[in-house]
């Protein structure tokens, strides 16, 4: 299964909460929480491929243009899945990983998800009908190593077409 993640400038490790002006870019190697979730994915049978990032401000500057690019990079790179997030508190990336994750669905028919903590509620109230969106705590709260565990697990169900429903019952909002 392969694996691109969708970052903001901070998980990406591009730039810190006030650099919300970093432009789209993308690494070959897995960068943040997909270190941390290697283990997971290598259970589910996953790779991270691609890690693609941008500032949440860069985002919020051109929403429909930025998140074109994402998806024609996506299609570009013919992963399995997508993952945006996860996003945990951060208002600007959540926002951002449930607009990308649906329009990837929407517009290359690749499975995508968004991942973000409760924190988050007016975006999980706008996109839990149209896409899953997977719990997380927020920065530095407890349950991260079970949140990136669900985020492999919907992963592998999502592209096998086997189980999605009782993994996004089990992990998702």
Same mark, same amino acid.
């Given at each position: 299964?392969?694996?691109?993640?969708?970052?903001?400038?901070?998980?990406?490790?591009?730039?810190?909460?006030?650099?919300?002006?970093?432009?789209?870019?993308?690494?070959?190697?897995?960068?943040?929480?997909?270190?941390?979730?290697?283990?997971?994915?290598?259970?589910?049978?996953?790779?991270?491929?691609?890690?693609? /990032?941008?500032?949440?401000?860069?985002?919020?500057?051109?929403?429909?243009?930025?998140?074109?690019?994402?998806?024609?990079?996506?299609?570009?790179?013919?992963?399995?899945?997508?993952?945006?997030?996860?996003?945990?508190?951060?208002?600007? /990336?959540?926002?951002?990983?449930?607009?990308?994750?649906?329009?990837?669905?929407?517009?290359?028919?690749?499975?995508?998800?968004?991942?973000?903590?409760?924190?988050?509620?007016?975006?999980?109230?706008?996109?839990?009908?149209?896409?899953?969106?997977?719990?997380?705590?927020?920065?530095?709260?407890?349950?991260?190593?079970?949140?990136?565990?669900?985020?492999?697990?919907?992963?592998?169900?999502?592209?096998?077409?086997?189980?999605?429903?009782?993994?996004?019952?089990?992990?998702?909002?």
């Amino acid at each position: 299964m392969k694996v691109i993640m969708i970052y903001d400038q901070i998980q990406a490790g591009a730039g810190i909460k006030d650099d919300h002006m970093v432009p789209l870019a993308g690494k070959k190697e897995p960068v943040g929480p997909a270190i941390m979730m290697e283990p997971y994915l290598k259970a589910a049978g996953g790779r991270v491929i691609a890690c693609l /990032y941008c500032g949440d401000g860069f985002f919020e500057a051109d929403p429909q243009e930025v998140s074109r690019k994402f998806c024609a990079m996506v299609a570009k790179l013919k992963p399995d899945v997508v993952m945006c997030g996860p996003a945990f508190n951060y208002l600007g /990336y959540g926002r951002m990983a449930a607009r990308v994750a649906k329009d990837i669905m929407d517009t290359t028919g690749i499975p995508a998800f968004a991942a973000m903590s409760q924190e988050n509620e007016e975006t999980i109230a706008e996109y839990k009908a149209q896409i899953h969106i997977v719990k997380t705590p927020k920065k530095g709260g407890t349950g991260l190593n079970e949140a990136l565990e669900g985020m492999c697990i919907l992963a592998k169900a999502m592209t096998e077409k086997n189980g999605e429903a009782e993994a996004a019952a089990k992990y998702c909002f």
